[in-house]
């Protein structure tokens, strides 16, 4: 049995392989300072010198802080990624602990507990799924899912984040106060963080399905596939997070590439089939995942199965008027439990 196939349909928190990790204990907004007081990070729609943007976390007084969520930083930070594959060699599970990768310090592992993330055939061509994550108290992320029907896993390093999350799918409506676009492609709140949870929050918490809670540093939340999920930082607070595509998952992201091109992200932009590129990395290189896809893949765009389905189709070739049809599911056409 692979190991991502014990990954539980909801949200969970661990708190490894955290605490593991080189940059726990040793990153604050104070180290962090000494050696990239001059790189710049994105911080929401701009771009600051990190010493200027830890100026402005000490001494704001913003209803919704900015929020550093910088995707670049590995390469600006000149630091080292092991992929969960790796994880053993860096988690002090294996003898040879070499610690240092392509001439770098390993800084961090992606969690094994996950099994492999299969957007790592993609290589360079994989799109955006790591960030550097530093804001305020009161600063966070409004209402959102995960992009192209993956998964996240969020770590805290310092501070506390609460997190408050609902699923998705045909038979529940968005949380209060969220509009979904009719092909779900946009997730939007007319309104502040802050105005959300003075208006909103107290009907969240009663509406079936809310998931809650407060990640503590040295935590790891897992975040599922399809799920809103709106976070706000209780104290100011360091984090990293990834998005990955386990095994159990990858039907659904081949589903989501294949047929919703439209809002596919994070791809550079001389990658103009995804789709295609990502079936073609995984035959040469997981050619069993693939094979154990495809069929879950052919069975979410045909829709409904078995004698419903035939009975249906009669009616149309039999050009019956009044037909009708109805699909399972919600943004990636799976029930998310």
Sequence with gaps: MEIDC????APFIISEPTRRWPVF?????????????????????????FDVYVDYMKDNHDE?????FDRSFAEKMNIQVADSSAAHLYDGTSPDTPGIEDGRKVAYWAPSFFGPDLFSVLGTQRPDHRWLIIGPSRSGSTFHKDPNATCAWNAVLTGRKYWI???????????????????????TSPLSIAEWFLGFHAEARRTEGCVEGICE???????????????VNLEDSIALTQNFVPRQRLASVLHFLRDKPDQVSGFAKDVLDPYKLFVAKLEEQEPEALEEALPKLEKMIKGPKGKWAELTKTAEDASVEGGFSFGFGGDDDEEVP
């Design 25 to 49: 204990g040793s990153w604050s907004a104070k180290s962090l300072l000494k050696q990239y007081s001059k790189v710049k990070f994105r911080a929401e729609a701009v771009d600051w010198p």
């Design 165 to 187: 999350m609902f699923p998705s799918s045909s038979s529940l409506p968005p949380p209060p106060g969220v509009f979904v676009s009719a092909d779900q492609s946009e997730v």
């Design 64 to 68: 919704s802080p900015l929020y550093l």
């Design 217 to 231: 540093a040295g935590e790891l939340l897992y975040v599922p596939a399809g799920w809103y999920h709106l976070v």
């Design 6 to 9: 014990l990954i539980p349909a």
